[in-house]
Nanobody, 126 residues
Framework: QVQLVESGGGSVRPGDSLKLSCTAS????????IGWFRQAPGKEREGISC??????TTLYVDSVKGRFTISREWNTVYLEMNDLRPEDSAVYVC?????????????????????WGQGTQVTVSS
Protein backbone atom coordinates (compact mmCIF):
# COMPACT_ATOMS: atom_id res chain seq x y z
CA GLN A 1 0.00 0.00 0.00
CA VAL A 2 1.38 3.36 -1.05
CA GLN A 3 1.95 5.90 1.70
CA LEU A 4 2.85 9.55 1.27
CA VAL A 5 4.61 11.85 3.70
CA GLU A 6 4.98 15.58 3.06
CA SER A 7 7.40 18.01 4.62
CA GLY A 8 8.76 21.49 4.08
CA GLY A 9 5.89 23.81 4.90
CA GLY A 10 6.25 26.92 7.00
CA SER A 11 5.58 30.62 7.40
CA VAL A 12 7.29 33.01 5.01
CA ARG A 13 7.01 36.56 3.72
CA PRO A 14 5.72 37.52 0.26
CA GLY A 15 8.39 36.96 -2.35
CA ASP A 16 10.11 34.20 -0.36
CA SER A 17 10.58 30.60 -1.43
CA LEU A 18 9.76 27.20 0.04
CA LYS A 19 10.42 23.67 -1.14
CA LEU A 20 7.94 20.95 -0.25
CA SER A 21 8.76 17.25 -0.34
CA CYS A 22 6.48 14.26 -0.79
CA THR A 23 8.03 10.87 -0.20
CA ALA A 24 6.16 7.81 -1.41
CA SER A 25 6.68 4.33 -0.03
CA UNK A 26 5.04 0.96 -0.51
CA UNK A 27 4.59 0.98 -4.26
CA UNK A 28 5.31 -2.33 -5.92
CA UNK A 29 5.60 -1.26 -9.54
CA UNK A 30 6.64 1.96 -11.25
CA UNK A 31 6.52 5.14 -9.18
CA UNK A 32 3.02 6.62 -9.42
CA UNK A 33 1.80 9.91 -10.80
CA ILE A 34 2.00 12.44 -7.99
CA GLY A 35 -0.09 15.56 -7.76
CA TRP A 36 0.04 18.53 -5.44
CA PHE A 37 -3.18 20.04 -4.15
CA ARG A 38 -3.84 22.91 -1.82
CA GLN A 39 -6.79 23.99 0.24
CA ALA A 40 -7.25 27.35 1.88
CA PRO A 41 -9.84 27.97 4.61
CA GLY A 42 -13.30 28.28 3.11
CA LYS A 43 -12.13 27.26 -0.35
CA GLU A 44 -12.30 24.07 -2.35
CA ARG A 45 -9.31 21.82 -2.78
CA GLU A 46 -7.33 22.97 -5.80
CA GLY A 47 -5.06 20.81 -7.91
CA ILE A 48 -1.99 22.84 -8.81
CA SER A 49 0.61 20.54 -10.32
CA CYS A 50 1.39 16.93 -11.16
CA UNK A 51 4.24 14.84 -12.47
CA UNK A 52 4.36 11.52 -14.29
CA UNK A 53 5.92 8.41 -12.80
CA UNK A 54 9.16 8.87 -14.70
CA UNK A 55 9.21 12.60 -14.11
CA UNK A 56 9.09 13.42 -17.81
CA THR A 57 5.70 15.13 -17.94
CA THR A 58 4.75 17.98 -15.64
CA LEU A 59 1.67 20.15 -15.53
CA TYR A 60 0.83 23.37 -13.70
CA VAL A 61 -2.30 25.36 -13.11
CA ASP A 62 -2.04 28.91 -14.45
CA SER A 63 -1.92 30.54 -11.02
CA VAL A 64 1.42 28.89 -10.20
CA LYS A 65 2.97 28.50 -13.63
CA GLY A 66 6.35 30.17 -13.78
CA ARG A 67 6.65 30.34 -9.99
CA PHE A 68 6.36 26.70 -8.91
CA THR A 69 8.44 23.79 -10.17
CA ILE A 70 7.61 20.15 -9.63
CA SER A 71 10.32 17.51 -9.89
CA ARG A 72 11.07 14.04 -8.64
CA GLU A 73 13.91 11.80 -7.64
CA TRP A 74 12.42 8.32 -7.92
CA ASN A 75 10.08 8.13 -4.94
CA THR A 76 10.36 11.72 -3.71
CA VAL A 77 8.51 14.53 -5.43
CA TYR A 78 9.41 18.14 -4.78
CA LEU A 79 7.42 21.30 -5.21
CA GLU A 80 9.71 24.30 -5.31
CA MET A 81 7.69 27.44 -4.74
CA ASN A 82 9.17 30.82 -5.58
CA ASP A 83 7.81 34.36 -5.35
CA LEU A 84 5.20 33.25 -2.86
CA ARG A 85 2.12 35.39 -2.44
CA PRO A 86 -0.42 35.66 0.37
CA GLU A 87 -2.96 33.89 -1.83
CA ASP A 88 -0.66 30.86 -1.88
CA SER A 89 -1.36 30.30 1.81
CA ALA A 90 -3.03 26.91 2.24
CA VAL A 91 -2.57 23.36 3.39
CA TYR A 92 -0.58 21.62 0.68
CA VAL A 93 -1.22 17.93 0.16
CA CYS A 94 0.38 15.46 -2.21
CA UNK A 95 -1.54 12.57 -3.69
CA UNK A 96 -0.79 9.51 -5.80
CA UNK A 97 -2.65 8.00 -8.71
CA UNK A 98 -2.75 4.22 -9.25
CA UNK A 99 -0.71 4.61 -12.43
CA UNK A 100 2.64 5.94 -13.60
CA UNK A 101 1.16 7.40 -16.78
CA UNK A 102 -0.01 10.99 -16.59
CA UNK A 103 -3.14 11.93 -18.49
CA UNK A 104 -3.58 15.68 -18.75
CA UNK A 105 -7.30 15.49 -18.07
CA UNK A 106 -6.69 13.72 -14.75
CA UNK A 107 -4.02 15.93 -13.25
CA UNK A 108 -6.16 18.36 -11.29
CA UNK A 109 -9.11 16.15 -10.36
CA UNK A 110 -8.95 14.66 -6.83
CA UNK A 111 -11.09 11.71 -7.86
CA UNK A 112 -8.25 10.25 -9.91
CA UNK A 113 -5.99 9.97 -6.87
CA UNK A 114 -6.32 7.12 -4.41
CA UNK A 115 -3.66 7.89 -1.83
CA TRP A 116 -3.24 11.15 0.06
CA GLY A 117 -0.66 12.55 2.41
CA GLN A 118 -1.41 14.33 5.63
CA GLY A 119 -0.71 17.84 4.36
CA THR A 120 1.67 20.61 5.30
CA GLN A 121 0.77 24.22 6.08
CA VAL A 122 2.17 27.07 4.01
CA THR A 123 1.52 30.59 5.26
CA VAL A 124 2.60 33.66 3.33
CA SER A 125 2.21 36.87 5.25
CA SER A 126 4.00 40.15 5.79
Amino acid sequence: QVQLVESGGGSVRPGDSLKLSCTASGFTSAPPVIGWFRQAPGKEREGISCISGKGITTLYVDSVKGRFTISREWNTVYLEMNDLRPEDSAVYVCAAQPTAILYHSRCYEPGHYDTWGQGTQVTVSS
